[in-house]
């Protein structure tokens, strides 16, 4: 059987996306690949395919160039694609020899380092103090916004934070034994500033176990005990075009942590072990250290323009 739409009749898509996601550790990858594979199956049901076949990943390839996506966007899209096929494979649901062929269809090849997005300190600063303070939401926005900011946590991580994570080391607080990307552990320092936000927020709250964030609805009430990572990007993203930073999103802040702790003469390993990455070039990519946007050289190139 090669037809996925045959496959979404038979009701075998989901459990097939499902054992893709099991396959993968890190929750980043997960919701990605969900996210992934249900665009795929939104095209595929747009018009007649060949079924699940190398002219038809092929073909899903070249819409994705079509929509000008970056080289990183693809490349992750692929490689859900090619996990659906050889789950497939697994599961008796695809011949081998058509997914060795879906294996062959090449990917883009990442050019370049992509510059990112990232706010200066005074539209960090202007970011921070954004969330109205007299609110229990504001409060706790802020407190999130503290934490992005200050430690460089990824939105799955604040989500996930607990009291339990925050502990002193060394005479100061930190975040320790966080799980984050591909499940590797890191302690995260926290800033003086990030601890007040904090506790502003749990003293308002009234909570001291548990996960430290909590959903607040309209009437600024705390309601259950659980913060979706949606909820984390939905509230950046308001508060960001407030300040005229419209698009910023969680990861925009992880990147600005390390930007602003580098221009404040922070070692390159220890913003990397702040961030968790397993080397440091991947670090540098967020720093951008290898192309000086302020002291640009070609500043210095004397020429002028005359009337």
């Known amino acids: 059987m090669n037809d996925l739409i045959a496959v ?3 009701a075998e898509w989901d459990r097939l996306k499902s054992l893709v996601l099991d396959s993968v550790s890190s929750p980043i990858t997960r919701r990605v690949y969900n996210m992934a594979l249900n665009e795929f199956m939104v095209w595929y049901q747009q018009a007649p395919r060949p079924g699940f076949s190398k002219a038809t990943v092929s073909a899903w390839r070249a819409s994705l160039e079509a929509r000008k996506l970056g080289s990183s966007s693809i490349i992750i899209r692929m ?3 090619r996990k659906l096929a050889g789950e497939a ?75 339990t994570h925050i502990q002193q080391r060394d005479g ?37 176990g548990g996960r430290v964030f909590r959903p607040v609805n309209r009437a600024d009430i705390m309601t259950g005990e659980h913060l979706g990572e949606k909820v984390v990007w939905q509230m950046l993203r308001e508060y960001a075009a407030a300040i005229g930073a419209p698009g910023i999103a969680p990861h925009h802040l992880r990147r600005t942590c390390a930007k602003l702790c580098r221009a404040a003469g922070g070692d390159l390993e220890q913003i990397q072990l702040l961030l968790g990455h397993a080397s440091v070039q991947t670090t540098e990519r967020y720093l951008g250290t290898k192309q000086d946007l302020v002291h640009a050289p070609n500043d210095s190139i004397n020429l002028r323009i005359t009337a």
């Open 79 to 81: 490689s859900a694609i």
């Open 172 to 208: 100061r607080w930190c975040i320790i034994d966080l799980r984050g990307k591909h499940g590797r552990i890191r302690t995260a320092p926290v800033p003086t500033w990030v601890k007040v936000s904090i506790d502003g927020w749990t003293t308002a709250a009234g909570v001291a």
């Open 8 to 10: 979404r009749k038979l």
């Open 89 to 163: 494979v697994d599961n008796g649901l695809l011949a081998p020899d058509l997914a060795a062929g879906i294996a062959r269809v090449k990917s883009v090849k990442s050019v370049g380092i992509r510059t990112g997005n990232w706010l200066s300190l005074l539209q960090a600063q202007a970011l921070l103090t954004a969330p109205d303070a007299t609110t229990l939401k504001g409060i706790r926005d802020r407190a999130i916004i503290a934490v992005l900011l200050g430690c460089g946590l990824r939105r799955s991580e604040v989500a996930a934070l607990t009291f």
